[in-house]
């Protein structure tokens, strides 16, 4: 069967002014899960390969209020900050994701369970009956054909997204690490996330490594 598409009259574009300069911002209502995502768009990607894109899922808590608890602020502007300096790349923005698409009143229940009972972000959700993850990928590779991209170079340190892109038909010819320092704050749920979930994280254990690190390489 034959993937549906996003329909013209489910986007809106225009040029959005922020403090890092002007992106295309492009809304879109996505056919499948019905929400309402955004992609950032800088420069002319269509037609190009390897374009820099970013899939950032939603986070309330850290990408609006400052949360420290997780690192989704800070990934979040250091994703615009590199596709700024790379004068061309998408983020897009996907809604329906938080908590790893558990919602946000489940979200800040185990944070409960994480503060009184040392349960980590794995445990804390099945304790209370959800699964560990379940986001969808599809909507970020449907407005990413939408807008043209040929294949991306994915900024995540989880090797588990560039195969959930991939299997809806994007290609990634890379994969970006995207590390933030780790704190007080932070560690345990870093440390979780690479233990638990098999993020590359390496700053953990040694002074954060940049460097673009070819797909083949990270799987």
Same mark, same amino acid.
């Given at each position: 069967?034959?993937? =549906? ?19 295309? +911002?492009? +809304?879109?209502?996505? #056919? !499948? %899960? ?9 420069? %002319?990607?269509?037609?190009?390969? @390897? !374009? ?7 986070? /309330? ?21 590199? &596709? ?27 944070? &409960?369970? =994480?503060? @009184?009972?040392?349960? @980590? ?5 099945? +304790? &209370? ?19 043209? $991209?040929?294949?991306?170079?994915? /900024? ?13 038909? $994007? ?13 007080? @704050? ?8 690479? %233990? ?5 994280? #390496?700053?953990?254990?040694? #002074? ?5 690190? #070819? $797909?083949?390489?990270?799987?």
């Amino acid at each position: 069967m034959r993937e =549906q598409g996003i329909d013209e009259k489910d986007i809106a574009e225009a040029d959005l002014r922020t403090r890092r300069g002007v992106f295309r +911002a492009v +809304a879109f209502r996505d #056919p !499948v %899960d019905g929400h309402e995502h955004m992609a950032l768009a800088r420069g %002319d990607v269509r037609g190009r390969a @390897d !374009v820099l894109v970013r899939m950032h899922s939603e986070c /309330m808590t850290g990408d609006i209020f400052g949360a420290t608890r997780c690192e989704c602020g800070d990934q979040l502007g250091s994703a615009l900050d590199a &596709i700024v300096r790379e004068g061309a790349g998408v983020l897009v923005y996907l809604r329906g994701h938080e908590g790893r698409g558990i919602g946000l009143v489940a979200k800040v229940r185990t944070h &409960i369970l =994480q503060d @009184d009972q040392g349960l @980590d972000t794995v445990d804390s959700a099945t +304790a &209370i009956g959800l699964p560990v993850d379940v986001r969808d990928y599809g909507p970020a590779a449907r407005i990413l054909r939408h807008l043209g $991209v040929r294949s991306v170079r994915l /900024m995540s340190n989880n090797p588990d997204k560039v195969s959930a892109l991939e299997s809806y038909g $994007v290609a990634v010819a890379a994969r970006v690490p995207l590390l933030v320092p780790v704190s007080d @704050d932070n560690v345990r749920y870093l440390t979780a996330k690479r %233990d638990r979930l098999g993020h590359d994280l #390496p700053q953990l254990d040694a #002074p954060a490594v940049l460097d673009e690190a #070819p $797909v083949s390489e990270v799987r």
